[in-house]
């Protein structure tokens, strides 16, 4: 980051950007078709061998995900994450309530036909190479030789894996296995995609990747439901979520409005002297306002992370030159020196 920036964060009159507000209401407007999957009055009874009831995963759920966006599903262990998607599927059927899936009833399969699915872990054939293990998905969907290779060839670009296409895949490192699996749920260009963890196992700049490919996705038109415990990247990635916990649904929303803090201003400036900085307090001070802080920002670990690696690569060897004073190269001593006398 070459530009100083300056935040002010100020509560006070606590005024929400219009924008923000047209938003909001434009995604809460909808037309008919533009919802993919609902849920209704939901509900999913484990019983035992005996039919005896033994756990209530999900509890009256009613959720909407809409056309065309990425809609988070999150919830600690055990919360009815993946019985959600199971009853999706149709895999599993409801105790009472219903799934629709494309207007239609989530028992009826051939819908999945349209619709991608990665789970939390991909069984897939260990030596095969990504060429053929998308090749044998793609003729499970009776698609013709010419069409899966087109289809092969976008997919391997897509998931950046043109050099290792013929590499058995016991050979890939995780974040490998994780993109030839994203591949394999992409094989039949599905309009919904089901993503079960999608970062788990990969490292930050494999997390970056796959939340690009997420996002790219939707920039294609497709709709998403992710379900993650990984709450930043669902906050990077997610428009609208649903936090269940126990079966229950606790929390529905868009993620900006969700995370939203109400009566803080803040505004981002940059190039200002001190003496603007000082103004701008005193400016806040005469309003009634109570300056929180006037300071640079910080940026994410993620980002610093990725930057250090893009530099490392760009430069191999070259120390980084780094703005914190505690990792700043020092001057054989001199600094040292004077610093401590
Ligand atoms: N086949 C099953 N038989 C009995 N109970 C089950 C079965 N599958 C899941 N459960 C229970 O249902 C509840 C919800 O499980 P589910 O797998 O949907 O949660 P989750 O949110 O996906 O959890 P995780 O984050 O650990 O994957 C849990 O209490 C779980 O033990």
């Given at each position: 980051m070459d530009t100083e920036s300056t935040a002010v964060a100020q509560s006070g009159d606590g005024t929400q950007p219009d924008s923000e507000t047209t938003a909001a209401v434009t995604a809460a407007t909808k037309n008919p078709g533009d919802v993919v999957i609902e849920t209704r009055n939901l509900s999913k009874i484990y019983k035992d061998f005996w039919g005896r009831?033994?756990?209530?995963?999900?509890?009256s759920l009613d959720i909407e995900v809409r056309k065309g966006e990425i809609f988070g599903l999150l919830g600690p262990n055990g919360s009815g994450k993946s019985t959600t998607i199971k009853l999706v599927l149709g895999l599993l059927f409801p105790t009472s309530g219903r799934v629709l899936v494309f207007d239609k009833?989530?028992?009826?399969?051939?819908?999945?036909?349209?619709i991608g699915y990665l789970p939390e872990e991909s069984y897939l054939y260990?030596?095969?190479n990504a060429e053929e293990t998308l090749d044998f998905y793609g003729r499970l969907f009776d698609m013709s030789g010419e069409q899966r290779k087109k289809r092969i060839e976008e997919l391997l670009q897509l998931v950046g894996l043109q050099g290792a296409r013929?590499?058995?895949?016991?050979?890939?490192s995780k974040g490998m296995r994780r993109r030839v699996g994203l591949a394999q749920a992409l094989i039949n260009d599905p309009d919904l995609i089901l993503l079960d963890?999608?970062?788990?196992?990969?490292?930050p700049i494999g997390i970056r990747e796959m939340k690009d490919l997420i996002l790219a996705l939707r920039d294609q038109g497709k709709t998403i439901l992710l379900c993650s415990h990984q709450l930043g990247d669902v906050q990077d990635v997610c428009d609208r979520v649903a936090i269940l916990h126990q079966g229950e649904l606790k929390e529905l929303g868009r993620v900006t409005d969700l995370l939203k803090v109400q009566d803080v201003t803040e505004v981002h400036a940059s190039g200002l002297s001190e003496d603007a900085k000082r103004e701008i307090a005193e400016v806040i001070q005469r309003h009634g306002g109570d300056l929180k802080s006037i300071d640079n920002p910080t940026t994410t670990m993620e980002d610093l992370f990725l930057n250090i690696v893009r530099e490392s690569e760009a430069r191999p060897g070259a120390r980084r030159v780094s703005a914190s004073p505690e990792s700043a190269p020092t001057d054989e001593g001199s600094d040292t020196e004077s610093a401590s006398s």
């Open positions: 009831k033994k756990v209530h995963a999900l509890k009833d989530a028992s009826e399969t051939k819908k999945n036909e349209h260990q030596f095969l013929h590499r058995q895949l016991r050979e890939y963890e999608p970062t788990t196992g990969l490292d």
